[in-house]
């Protein structure tokens, strides 16, 4: 108590006051409504888990330098959630035999990682996260893309505000493996470096491919496939299952009308162990925001790390830094007030009693009631309630009071009546709408 | 991936399968809306805060034996919330000139302590929070009493299956200073002792009190201070200030009709160090789960550890795991099927892309719709609706596609019906109802 306390929270982390915490609520109503639609069932799980459970499947950057690890008081060794799928798969293979199959589920956890905080990236965040599992084909995938279009759609973008970017990792394992035939170790560093792309120039994108060991062949034909529009894959690299399962994804999203939001793209690459099938990426198309916003893919080997039976895995994350900074840039966020109704005032301090009794007959029809509870000037009643933005004030003096009165001041008009108290509700419930 | 990991959660904490993730949000929902009706604004913090928070004003027990408390990677000692109040009081004083006053916040956020798990003890739990800061007059807590009363009561209690028991923190140190004049030393164990008292024998609460250094006639004034109505109180201590408050609270919650359910109590404590005012705990009443369900009270002296001005506090915090055991035991918890309305079955994998244009037509007219992607049985499909609880499958052959029709089955009623496509929205909406 002696020496002050910081009010600032932890780095990386935000406080949540009143209108961005409805901003948050509105936000996720949002996703779960879309989600709903599909019919994907909600599930959560703890914020910490066995330290283990990261340990064996995330890739090691996440593991060693963004973890949130420790021992417990009881030397059990524990991490804070870095991302939710290894909590998914958990439950999921503890009861795999009593869930009925396919299993879409959704989950929007509060997630942890430890790096240095940035525009779209904190320490804590929150993330929708999306699964459907025990499907094996691409209809699993056109599905779980249709819920991400839908998704920003309900939120309001239009159809060029952003792009789904489509790949599928055997068409990359048979492009490494049978065309360009690099070693396990080259493929990693290639993989990585088709991963920066994006982000650097066509030079730094050769000299990585060099340092990987690949010759001025394999970074020509290399070049023509991330060149080459889907069709013209099979020239490259023959026909690839990938390809096929790429066709066969096209022809869906195509014929439901998704053909022009979604893009072949083969330098879309996402986390090298842990994607088998379709990966995609969502891109903001806004000028001041062009990045990859979220993603996705098939992981068809995860429930199995807990022994017992493979289960075939889509699924994306989408995290709410990314999501917001997208709704902004697309002039897409709402203003939204606080949703009190009535403020019922204080005439006097004798006339607690009565006020409070109609501010609870009010609330028993079901209005939105806050009342006053301390004698102040009117004047800064009125005053609160329009900061507040509570667009009705009722009040009850002891002359109305005696004669079964109360009076309504709608702050919007400004105008001011006088009512018998057992009109009082029906006449408010009509003022607002 | 070599040895199977575990499929249990961490010690000490729950997954929410979504049976029970529908309960978790049920629940939520209708204690947001309770307290919403009283004016109440959500709001949230970061789940780790700086070790200093709690360091500073949360009972020893807490930091040294139940917090989860490390240092981060650049060496910050932080610590996973195991209380809101700290935050709230950040918050606050963060913001102490721009809030308007007074200020009606709650939140429900998932909260950490280490202990042996048991009956309503978790490691992970949530906990509604509900504050009202800024307001000096018991007409506060006679708000915040009220909240709790109505969101229980809102929940399905009935007005016999719980009691709000009732102190004063200025009583009790009026008794302890003046009547009994006990050292600070003594007061604290004799404060520690009464909050045992409905715990344990008689006799136990009696070799406590002589531990404590009370004579007999000390223990002999504080059994007739406990036991005595509230009107005799001034008989032992005189026109305490404590008295005077709790004489208005009860008028006001008398006048407002929670009487009944409103009870004085001398033994109610709370925490000794963190309440200023009137304290109150919430008993739950039927006889299998006789226990405190949750409590709360005045703090006068939180925001203040941050410097700048006190603001004077009245809330209560309450746990969803006792509160569950609360509606458990009283019959009061709903079962929540899953609330897909629609299963597009698959005729034949031709009919994928016409089945998948039907179940986006009906949820962009805002259905909740399940589409069935690969290939099965009719009657399997017929099988996971019903296990689904879903109660209509939506069908379209060859046949029915090349005619325009698709054939609607209500699990409900067994009965099928055969109808044309451009009626299926109408006709589905009908037997929605």
Redesign the interface.
């Known amino acids: ?1 002696s020496n ?8 990386g ?6 209108e961005e ?2 901003l ?2 509105w936000l996720f109503a949002q996703l779960r409504r879309s989600v ?4 994907y ?10 330290f ?2 990261y340990a ?2 995330t890739g090691e950057e996440i593991v060693n330098e963004q973890l ?1 690890s ?1 021992s ?3 030397d ?1 060794k ?1 991490a ?1 959630r870095p991302e939710m799928t290894p909590t998914l798969a ?2 999921v ?3 795999a035999n009593q869930l ?1 199959k ?1 299993i ?2 959704f989950s929007i956890p ?1 997630l ?1 990682r ?1 790096e240095r905080p940035q525009r779209g990236r904190l ?2 965040h929150w993330q929708l996260n999306v699964d459907l599992l025990g ?3 691409v ?2 995938e ?2 779980v893309v ?1 819920v991400a279009i ?1 998704l920003l759609r309900n939120l309001g973008a239009g159809p060029t505000d952003f792009e789904v970017q489509i790949n599928h990792r055997q068409l990359m394992n048979d492009l490494f493996d049978k065309v360009l035939k690099l070693s396990p170790d080259q493929t990693q560093n290639v993989a990585k470096a088709i991963d920066k792309r994006a982000k650097i120039p066509v030079e730094s994108f050769h000299e990585l491919l060099t340092a990987a060991g690949c010759s001025q062949a394999q970074i020509d034909t290399l070049e023509k496939f991330l060149a080459s529009p889907l069709l013209e894959i099979p020239a490259i690299c023959g026909e690839s299952e990938g390809f096929k399962a790429l066709c066969r994804f096209f ?2 999203v195509n ?2 009308g998704l053909g022009p939001v979604c893009r072949f793209n083969s330098s879309i690459m996402r986390g090298f162990d842990y994607y088998t099938g379709i990966v995609f990426e969502i891109y903001d198309q806004h000028p001041d925001n062009r990045r990859a916003l979220f993603g996705g893919g098939r992981y068809d080997n995860l429930v199995g ?3 017992g039976a493979q289960i075939p895995g889509v699924g994306f994350g989408m995290g709410d830094v990314t999501l917001r900074d997208f709704l902004d840039v697309h002039g897409l966020l709402p203003e939204l007030a ?3 109704e009535v ?1 019922v005032g204080l005439f006097s301090p004798e006339m ?2 009565p006020s ?2 109609m501010a ?1 007959h009010l ?1 028993a029809a ?6 006053v ?2 004698p102040q000037k009117l004047a800064k009643q009125f005053q ?1 309630a329009d ?2 933005g ?1 667009p009705l004030v009722v009040m009850v003096g002891p002359d109305e009071a005696a004669a079964g009165l109360a009076s309504i001041k709608d702050l919007r008009s400004g105008q001011q009546v006088s009512i018998s108290q057992s009109e009082l509700l029906a006449r408010l419930q009509v003022m607002l709408g």
């Open positions: 108590m002050k306390l910081s009010t600032q929270p932890y780095k982390t935000r406080d949540f006051y009143p915490q409805r948050r609520e709903s639609q599909y019919g069932e909600p599930y959560d799980g703890p914020m910490l888990e066995p283990e459970l064996a499947k949130y420790f417990d008081r009881g059990r524990v804070m958990r439950m293979a503890a009861r009925a396919p879409r589920w509060n942890w430890y320490r804590e499907v094996e084909g209809e699993a056109a599905e249709q839908d022809d869906i014929a439901l790390m807990f022994g606080a949703d009190t403020l607690l009693v409070q009794q609870r609330r079901g209005l939105k009631v806050e009342a509870l301390q609160y900061k507040k509570i």
